[in-house]
């Protein structure tokens, strides 16, 4: 990644000019939230590999604290958002995968002393179609754009996740809930549509 854009997103990230929170505090410190996307062209027309950045302010510098492992591309960029109302912001990742169809996609960071760990589930994957083989972790909480969101289902003010996708005339649903460590499924429902 070029330093150039680096500071042009943290400059950005300062500003506010998203409409996503990408600056919090937490327990007196400042995180700034970026990401970043690289091409691969050359081994996989149109796919793109990208991560998330946060850096923290340390005398007045922004200084890399952490970055993403997962599977991840820049479609939709994420931000601050407090899932679990406990006044400490989450990362929310939510992005268009828009080659499969099953095109939303859901990450959650939780802050964890030194990082952010992922608590969402993912699953292994391993690409054979580059000359080495690549193992990365993408999310199962992908389904159809319009049946894949959070929302807080059971008024106890936390987020669920609920992921469906169809299968001819019929919705396949499920609904995670958080359980203060990670997101677990919660209910899986047959809907005709
Ligand atoms: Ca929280
Ligand atoms: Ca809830």
Do not use: C, H
Not at 31 to 39: A, N, V
Not at 47 to 56: A, D, E, H, T, Y
Not at 88 to 116: C, H, M, P, Q, S
Not at 144 to 166: A, C, H, P, S
């Amino acid at each position: 990644m070029e330093s150039g854009s680096q500071k042009l997103a943290i400059k950005e990230a300062l500003n506010e000019t998203d409409k996503l929170k990408k600056i919090t505090q937490i327990s007196g410190s400042t995180y700034i939230l970026t990401g970043y996307q690289e091409s691969n062209t050359e081994n996989k027309p149109g796919r793109r590999f990208g991560g998330i950045l946060v850096f923290k302010i340390e005398n007045k510098k922004p200084v890399l604290f952490w970055e993403s492992e997962e599977y991840v591309n820049t479609g939709k960029v994420a931000g601050f958002r407090d899932i679990n109302n406990d006044g400490i912001d989450e990362i929310v990742w939510d992005y268009d995968l828009g080659v499969t169809g099953r095109n939303n996609a859901i990450y959650i960071y939780k802050f964890d002393k030194d990082k952010f760990r992922l608590i969402t589930p993912i699953e292994i994957e391993e690409s054979s179609k580059f000359s080495t083989s690549i193992k990365y972790g993408r999310t199962i909480l992908s389904g159809d754009n319009d049946l894949t969101y959070m929302k807080d289902i059971d008024g106890d003010k936390i987020q669920e996740i609920v992921v469906g996708y169809r299968e001819g005339n019929i919705i396949n649903r499920q609904t995670y809930k958080f359980n203060g460590q990670e997101y677990k499924l919660w209910k899986e429902e047959k809907i005709k549509g």
